[in-house]
């Protein structure tokens, strides 16, 4: 089989010192995988100006996948990076889904002190191009005491239902078989219309999944107080941009959260990252912890049908969380999956 091309953007901060590790693993896995790296983040944006140029863009669609580090720098305004590059990557390529496992590995120590370790097992789905994202909206009289600032929420039928039916096929697929709506129907009225319906429309396609609904707010409680509630959860953008780091958090903290901005039908390519950020007050120290990616690597192989390759991944980090103990630099992590997964 031909060689699975990958499109390699380590990013800001720790991005670029996790990627390498992420990309360790993946060699070691024993893929026919080639890897392209692409220079794009703050560096680039202080040397030349450029986010994305178009040209990266049409260049990274021929790509099977992309692997991101992080993007963020403190030395360039808020929202520049953010939404020129990462949220660009994400809308141009059409990940409406944003794929979060929230899953508590044995050994790991989570806030929740007492919970069982299989209570906390979900799998956020959050959509990922449409919602409070989209941009919409506009500002009046900036700048004066009259200021008036709007920031709406896009929600369209057809970018609600796609990730709706993903999510109940995911539920479809899991022991449990229960797929969560959370929103905020009680204030959100009209998107929160759309998004009930939807759910209850496709729910009749799927007999064999429970549904439920929570409100964003009692399912930041829940998360913390009966984790064991969720099994899929399906979400807009922003509620579940908010969730997963929340979800994070119970699970053993940021560094070990990987996520997956998929493209289901394989139009253009998915991008797997960690959920954590660029943490510049760390970056450069081997501070950081690489498992976030590694996992997401899983992720990506599963994506690509390597389903065992993904799986062996994910046990060999399920090994070394097991068996933690004092500290090791970023490197020395990767290193010890990386023996695992050769091993
Ligand atoms: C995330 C991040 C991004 C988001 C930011 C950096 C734009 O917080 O991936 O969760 O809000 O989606
Ligand atoms: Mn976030």
Known sequence: SRNIRLAVIPGDGIGTEVVAEGLKVLEAVGTKIEPTHYDLGAARYH????????????ELRGYDAI????????SVPPGILERDLLLRLRFAFDHYVNLRPVKLFPGVATPLAGTPTENIDMIVVREGTEGLYAGTGGVMRRGTPHEIATQESLNTAHGVERVVRYAFE??????????????KTNVLTFAGDLWQ???NRVAEEYPEVGTDYCHIDAASMFFVTQPERFDVVVTDNLFGD????????????????????????????SMFEPVHGSAP??????????TATILSVSMLLDHLGLHDEAARVERAVADDIAERGGSRSTSEIGDDITARVSG
Do not use: C, F, M, Y
């Open 47 to 58: 040397r030349t100006g450029e986010t994305l140029p178009d040209s990266v863009l049409d």
């Open 67 to 74: 692997l991101l580090g992080a993007i963020g720098d403190p």
């Open 170 to 183: 995911k539920a479809k697929s899991r022991p449990r078989r229960k797929l969560t709506l959370v929103h």
């Open 197 to 199: 319906r939807t759910v």
């Open 242 to 269: 908010i969730i997963t780091d929340l979800g994070a958090a119970i699970a053993g903290g940021i560094g070990l959260a990987a996520s997956g901005n998929i493209n289901p039908e394989g139009a253009a390519p």
């Open 281 to 290: 007050d760390i970056a450069g120290q081997g501070k950081a912890d690489p």
